[in-house]
């Protein structure tokens, strides 16, 4: 047992003295927040392209497919048992809905 707690401890200061000689402390002179108020200006355009172009057209998919998915479930669950069961649908539905108009004011919540 000795053995094993003088391993754990040899390869945790091993651990601990590479990872104290692979840090790097960042300095910064000057003004940092100017630089990075700046480089999101820079970048929010194509972070709002991507965003419409990509995430939310494969929301829009999964949540439809999840959404028809759901309601033929429900329906032969129905014609199984003779009862509907709505609150699956009408959730997906619902988050379908809000992803699809999401892009036209989202941007307008944030402040792009």
Do not use: N
């Amino acid at each position: 047992m000795k053995l094993y707690k003088k391993k754990i401890i040899r390869i945790l200061t091993i651990t601990l003295m590479v990872v104290t000689l692979c840090c790097v402390p960042a300095l910064a002179d000057g003004d940092v927040a100017s630089a990075v108020e700046s480089t999101w200006k820079d970048a929010a355009t194509q972070i709002k392209t991507v965003v419409e172009k990509v995430v939310f057209p494969a929301l829009d998919m999964v949540l439809a497919i999840a959404f028809f998915t759901k309601l033929g479930m429900a329906y032969f669950d129905y014609r199984k048992h003779g009862q509907f069961e709505w609150t699956g649908p009408v959730i997906l539905f619902a988050c379908l809905v809000f992803t699809l108009t999401a892009p036209s004011y989202i941007w307008g919540i944030i402040g792009l």
